[in-house]
């Protein structure tokens, strides 16, 4: 789109160097993509080194030679600059906006030369289609972020957006719109932002209209968009929507793997019971999984879709009013879709999963005729002790806990504990046989409350629950260093911190106990307790290292 000047020598080789800088930094990028996906060497080799040292050659000769040879010489460096972004645009058009996205996301903020060489780039496309203005958006929106409290960002200054506009707007030498025009848009621009602003829930998100109308609007502007005070207005929009979009997804997030994992459970129900299922609950059930691992793709990069939970969240629901277990089996799935509800949270599956009036205690072995339990193993005591009676409220482990006790609920009642922990339901959590018979001994009213045998099986219980927890914690914060996600970081940073400090106070608890079996000559289980213990201080040490080291403020 450049337009060429009357030859003044030095401003043509100033731009000359502009478009040379421009091509190099996205020749090496394309390489980093392609080592990124594993797919060998860039499909297209060319020596800027050699093209650099001529473009060297010629600055002494600006001055002095004559007007003819010095645009001769230039005119064939633009020919082959010309000649190598048409090679490059030939391997970067196979990528989707989705993909670049993610790879322009691990920049660091401050790369600003890097991130500027790249727009400069996709500026000296002839025309714009849809794809590039996605690709300069998310790049354009990207310089113009500064870092806000938490996971927001904030836009830079008004001036400093202007200024930096001002410069690409003349490089890539685009029409300016007149004045009327002009205003038009930033009127109807800030009118998005404010409908954006005040989108009430994650619903109106997933429908997609105020989203999918502003970025249809963005196309519809084709180079009006590198007006400076159109593009400030723009990316001032998407930072806008990018914060409200994850405002509203950190809310619905628990929400919807609570809502995913009782499909994951009524699976389970149906490998026991097959003939419970018709063929399109089946096929229903196989879709959930394919946008499942699509959403837990995206969560690991940082990369939800709008659309792929919007998906998720209907093959969810169409599983839920699918499936009719028969009258004897209800309470159990009533029961599953109750727990882990936050208060504040909205509950949205049909009626058949709504709580029953019962206790917690009310378990999948009272509700569930097994028929292939093991002998001899206990049947759960009838009891109408509660889940917060059955183990005292903890803030900080009450997540980890519900994740243990809903676990084992599916297996520890016809299985030994031994077999127990090494099913399917319990991989994630690893647990050792008797940390899953303290919760079965516990649940089934084997221990009196009060008692040594109830305060070490507790014990036993919440310590497997801390493990759990900081083992977590620590693959999080590898994660997120990988993925430059500093405001989500800096949470989970907060959040070990707590888990560090009561692992320290969990350390001191382990001796007591230890000392007291040797004290009391009970040594039956001291192996059991020291084995639990050193895979405690194994994961407390990891964590404390990978918190200190990902800049945390590690309890001592």
Not at 269 to 292: C, G, S, V
Not at 314 to 343: N, T, W
Not at 413 to 434: C, F, G, I, M, S
Request: charge should be negative; charged fraction near 30%.
């Amino acid at each position: 789109m450049n337009t060429t000047p009357p030859f003044r020598p030095t401003e043509r080789y100033t731009i000359l160097s502009d478009r040379f800088r421009s091509l190099w930094t996205f020749y090496q990028f394309l390489g980093g993509v392609f080592k990124h996906q594993d797919r060998g060497k860039l499909p297209f080799s060319y020596d800027f080194q050699s093209l650099y040292k001529r473009m060297q050659d010629i600055v002494p000769g600006l001055a002095n030679a004559s007007e003819k040879d010095a645009e001769k010489e230039i005119n064939g460096i633009e020919r082959e600059l010309a000649k190598i972004h048409a090679h490059l645009r030939t391997i970067e058009e196979e990528f989707a906006p989705s993909l670049l996205r993610r790879l322009f996301d691990h920049l660091k903020q401050q790369d600003e030369k890097i991130l500027v060489a790249l727009v400069k780039f996709y500026l000296q496309y002839e025309t714009y289609d849809e794809d590039t203005l996605d690709k300069l958006d998310i790049l354009l929106t990207r310089l113009a972020q500064a870092p806000g409290e938490g996971e927001r960002v904030l836009p830079r200054s008004d001036a400093d957006l202007r200024a930096m506009f001002e410069r690409l707007a003349e490089f890539a030498g685009i029409d300016i719109p007149d004045a009327v025009e002009r205003s038009a848009l930033l009127v109807a621009i800030r009118e998005f932002r404010s409908q954006i602003e005040q989108i009430p829930d994650f619903d109106a998100i997933l429908a997609g209209g105020i989203y999918d109308r502003y970025r249809n609007f963005k196309h519809k502007l084709g180079s009006s968009f590198l007006d400076p005070e159109i593009a400030v207005e723009l990316v001032k929009t998407n930072i806008a929507a990018k914060n409200r979009f994850q405002e509203l997804y950190k809310t619905e997030e628990t929400g919807i793997l609570e809502d995913t994992n009782r499909i994951f459970e009524i699976e389970r129900y149906l490998e026991k019971n097959p003939d419970a299922a018709d063929t399109d609950l089946r096929l229903q059930i196989e879709a959930f999984k394919r946008f499942r691992g699509r959403f837990d793709e995206g969560r690991k990069e940082d990369n939800i879709r709008r659309d792929v939970l919007a998906e998720l969240r209907r093959s969810v629901q169409e599983i839920l009013q699918s499936f009719d277990p028969p009258e004897q089996h209800a309470p159990y799935f009533a029961k599953r879709a109750a727990v882990g509800r936050e208060a504040d949270l909205p509950a949205k599956p049909p009626p058949v999963y709504e709580p029953p009036a019962q206790s917690v205690r009310s378990s999948a072995v009272d509700a569930i005729p097994f028929e292939d339990q093991d002998e001899g193993v206990p049947q759960r005591a009838s009891s109408t002790m509660s889940l917060d009676e059955l183990v005292p409220p903890d803030t900080l482990l009450n997540e980890s806990l519900h994740k243990i006790m809903f676990a084992l609920e599916l297996v520890i009642w016809d299985h030994p504990p031994e077999r127990a922990v090494t099913l399917t339901q319990l991989n994630n959590l690893k647990l050792e046989p008797w940390e899953a018979d303290a919760y079965r001994r516990l649940a089934g009213g084997l221990v009196a409350q009060g008692t040594h045998d109830w305060d070490l099986a507790h014990f036993l219980l919440t310590t497997a629950a801390l493990r759990v927890k900081m083992d977590e914690e620590d693959s999080e914060i590898l994660r997120l260093q990988s993925t430059n996600s500093g405001g989500r970081l800096f949470e989970v940073l907060e959040r070990s911190a707590q888990s560090l400090e009561r692992a320290g106070e969990v350390e001191k608890r382990f001796h007591w106990f230890l000392d007291d079996m040797l004290y009391r000559g009970h040594t039956e289980k001291l192996d059991q307790l020291s084995r639990s213990r050193f895979r405690f201080l194994k994961t407390y040490a990891a964590l404390w290292l990978d918190h200190q080291n990902a800049g945390g403020v590690t309890p001592l």
